[in-house]
């Protein structure tokens, strides 16, 4: 029987003018993300941004893009890697908040927003970073194992 295994849960409510995202992703996307970040700079590869924000209204701490990898994550269509800036651009999907520090702990990462976004953009977001998330682990985080074999017959 498979192994099951729980990649990503998200959860979006609103409160008057405010959205809030709650996020909780497998480690080894956060992994993968902070990996690469200090291939960019080993002793400081997180930032903390001045646009994206927890409950508290702090801003949170991100690993650093790194733009090698940028182009395995946005190879995918309807994707952008911009953390700071909307979730949506309208039909593309920001996939930024998979590189905020502390997304894959016991309870995720809740960000605020006050992006005014409706209740369809809101579930197209959830929907699409869901599915794109998955397919990145399914290809990029997922063990494989791959051989070849090769029989002739000589005469």
Known sequence: MPEKRKVIDITLRKEEMDSFINIKVSPEIETYFRKAAEKVDRRNSTEVSNKWFDENGDGLSFYKKNEKLSSKVENYPDVMDNFGNGLMDSHRINL???????????????????????H???????????????????????????SASVTLELD
């Open 96 to 118: 930024a908040l998979l590189r905020i520090v502390g997304i894959s702990g016991e309870d995720g990462v809740t960000i605020k927003s006050d992006e005014l976004i409706g």
């Open 120 to 146: 369809e953009e809101a579930n197209a977001y959830v929907q699409k970073l869901a599915d794109w998330t998955v397919q990145f682990y399914q290809t990029h985080l997922r063990d494989h194992s791959l």
